[in-house]
């Protein structure tokens, strides 16, 4: 189908950790006339290079990069409000020059919020079952890990509105709605207002379950590429960067955010290690390691020990923050994108073979931007993938539109002690084996007790 050159267009790189998405990015950029922003929540810190692979002056290859090391470390990590009002304002500078804005970046959950008006699209679907191990695994705050108690006690605090919807037990959906407050600086419940305003209709008895909108539900014609790697390939080509890492100075970085953190201290300014660049990985997983270094009671044969442990635990967290991200895009990204009708403009790239990039990433992905830039008609994602990558395109599961917050009626089971959000999972729980057992079972004691 013909189409018509995008006025305003934007590509953006996508995928998980150590798949090449900036070596694509930077490869788009020279051949259009392209600049890069970065869409990496701690490669916005200045310095660390090591700990954030932040990309290298000579590997930017004279490719202008934007917010790239523009904070410091007394700074916490940008929410995403934050974010996108200067991914705004550098991709409008950008178009200024006459140049193509290029995002690239892994924390996906700025990607997307940048793409979609609604700055926590990927927030609708957030009481799916399957989304619960999706955000991140809270990565970036540690403090959503605390206990249930704990994190009620801050929602109430930041959202009391959001606190009293809950109940108190009910972990996942108190930690979801903290987590929201701490990534965007917005309580969860204006968050869920501001989008029922937006979205007031919806199509019932349409299996599709479309929502009336006045706009398009995204920013800007939006090319999008997947740079996806097999797994065993990916682990070990991981496991190679985390050992280059140590080469290359990750230590003396732990050092260096030691002694930052120590004299802030004595300043009389605290540390929270539970958020901002304290969490990157490679910092906590060695910092045990650096006190006994540092301490010299520690024998050659302990620190050994230990070094090997903190090696080990920072390609563990490596590989899962891979693995996370790569959820975020299947469970959230893929379903935001199909339900604006705008699942065409994600393709899926494979980057396994770091000896084939060029083949098998860039070559597609240049002639792909080239049709997209001049309008002209583009195959379909699944055609246009990888046989043994499509499948990766299709949402894992439908929509739910009964999982919005606007059809939310918070009931609670006194028998069971159970919270349900949605009608739907009311019904399930009513009409399951073991409410209608332990209905039976209050029955009978009842009228035992009658006797």
Same mark, same amino acid.
């Given at each position: 189908?013909?189409?018509?050159?995008?006025?305003?267009?934007?590509?953006?790189?996508?995928?998980?950790?150590?798949?090449?998405?900036?070596?694509?990015?930077?490869?788009?950029?020279?051949?259009?006339?392209?600049?890069?922003?970065?869409?990496?929540?701690?490669?916005?810190?200045?310095?660390?290079?090591?700990?954030?692979?932040?990309?290298?002056?000579?590997?930017?290859?004279?490719?202008?990069?934007?917010?790239?090391?523009?904070?410091?470390?007394?700074?916490?990590?940008?929410?995403?409000?934050?974010?996108?009002?200067?991914?705004?304002?550098?991709?409008?500078?950008?178009?200024?020059?006459?140049?193509?804005?290029?995002?690239?970046?892994?924390?996906?959950?700025?990607?997307?919020?940048?793409?979609?008006?609604?700055?926590?699209?990927?927030?609708?679907?957030?009481?799916?079952?399957?989304?619960?191990?999706?955000?991140?695994?809270?990565?970036?705050?540690?403090?959503?890990?605390?206990?249930?108690?704990?994190?009620?006690?801050?929602?109430?605090?930041?959202?009391?509105?959001?606190?009293?919807?809950?109940?108190?037990?009910?972990?996942?959906?108190?930690? =979801?709605?903290?987590?929201?407050? +701490?990534?965007?600086?917005?309580? &969860?419940? %204006?968050? /869920? @207002?501001?989008?029922?305003? #937006?979205?007031?209709?919806?199509?019932?008895?349409?299996?599709?379950?479309?929502?009336?909108?006045?706009?398009?539900?995204?920013?800007?014609?939006?090319?999008?590429?997947?740079?996806?790697?097999?797994?065993?390939?990916?682990?070990?080509?991981?496991?190679?960067?985390?050992?280059?890492?140590?080469?290359?100075?990750?230590?003396?970085?732990?050092?260096?955010?030691?002694?930052?953190?120590?004299?802030?201290?004595?300043?009389?300014?605290?540390?929270?290690?539970?958020?901002?660049?304290?969490?990157?990985?490679?910092?906590?997983?060695?910092?045990?390691?650096?006190?006994?270094?540092?301490?010299?009671?520690?024998?050659?044969?302990?620190?050994? =020990?230990?070094?090997?442990?903190? +090696?080990?635990?920072?390609?563990? &967290?490596? %590989?899962? /923050? @891979?693995?996370?991200?790569? #959820?975020?895009?299947?469970?959230?990204?893929?379903?935001?994108?199909?339900?604006?009708?705008?699942?065409?403009?994600?393709?899926?790239?494979?980057?396994?073979?770091?000896?084939?990039?060029?083949?098998?990433?860039?070559?597609?992905?240049?002639?792909?931007?080239?049709?997209?830039?001049?309008?002209?008609?583009?195959?379909?994602?699944?055609?246009?993938?990888?046989?043994?990558?499509?499948?990766?395109?299709?949402?894992?599961?439908?929509?739910?539109?009964?999982?919005?917050?606007?059809?939310?009626?918070?009931?609670?089971?006194?028998?069971?002690?159970?919270?349900?959000?949605?009608?739907?999972?009311?019904?399930?729980?009513?009409?399951?084996?073991?409410?209608?057992?332990?209905?039976?079972?209050?029955?009978?004691? &009842?009228?035992?007790?009658?006797?």
């Amino acid at each position: 189908m013909a189409r018509t050159p995008p006025s305003s267009p934007l590509i953006a790189v996508i995928g998980a950790t150590g798949t090449g998405k900036s070596q694509l990015a930077i490869a788009l950029a020279q051949r259009y006339n392209g600049e890069i922003i970065n869409g990496d929540a701690m490669q916005l810190y200045s310095g660390l290079p090591v700990i954030t692979n932040k990309i290298t002056f000579e590997e930017q290859q004279g490719v202008p990069h934007h917010l790239l090391g523009c904070i410091g470390l007394r700074e916490q990590t940008w929410v995403v409000g934050t974010f996108v009002r200067n991914a705004l304002k550098s991709i409008d500078e950008i178009r200024s020059r006459g140049k193509l804005p290029i995002l690239v970046g892994g924390t996906h959950y700025y990607t997307q919020s940048l793409l979609f008006h609604d700055r926590l699209a990927e927030a609708q679907d957030g009481e799916g079952k399957e989304l619960q191990h999706a955000d991140e695994e809270y990565e970036d705050c540690p403090i959503l890990q605390q206990s249930t108690e704990t994190l009620l006690e801050e929602l109430k605090k930041v959202d009391p509105v959001m606190a009293e919807r809950w109940h108190p037990r009910d972990r996942r959906k108190i930690q =979801r709605s903290l987590q929201i407050y +701490l990534k965007t600086g917005e309580q &969860a419940s %204006r968050v /869920y @207002a501001e989008q029922r305003q #937006r979205k007031p209709a919806f199509t019932n008895g349409n299996a599709e379950h479309k929502v009336s909108v006045t706009r398009s539900p995204m920013r800007f014609p939006t090319l999008l590429f997947w740079v996806h790697a097999e797994t065993r390939a990916l682990q070990e080509r991981l496991d190679r960067r985390v050992d280059k890492m140590l080469d290359s100075g990750l230590l003396n970085e732990v050092r260096m955010l030691n002694a930052h953190a120590e004299a802030e201290n004595l300043a009389g300014r605290s540390i929270d290690e539970t958020r901002g660049i304290w969490v990157s990985i490679g910092y906590k997983e060695f910092k045990s390691y650096m006190t006994a270094l540092e301490s010299g009671s520690a024998t050659t044969k302990e620190l050994e =020990r230990l070094q090997a442990e903190a +090696l080990d635990r920072t390609k563990a &967290a490596t %590989r899962q /923050y @891979a693995k996370r991200q790569v #959820r975020w895009i299947r469970i959230k990204l893929v379903h935001a994108l199909n339900e604006v009708d705008a699942a065409s403009s994600l393709y899926i790239l494979d980057g396994s073979d770091a000896s084939a990039f060029d083949s098998a990433v860039i070559q597609p992905a240049a002639t792909l931007a080239e049709d997209f830039l001049n309008g002209s008609a583009l195959p379909s994602p699944e055609a246009a993938a990888p046989p043994s990558l499509a499948e990766l395109l299709k949402p894992k599961r439908e929509y739910d539109v009964s999982a919005r917050p606007e059809t939310w009626t918070k009931q609670h089971c006194e028998i069971c002690d159970v919270t349900c959000v949605v009608q739907e999972q009311w019904q399930q729980h009513v009409n399951s084996k073991a409410h209608k057992k332990l209905v039976s079972k209050r029955r009978k004691q &009842a009228a035992d007790g009658s006797k």
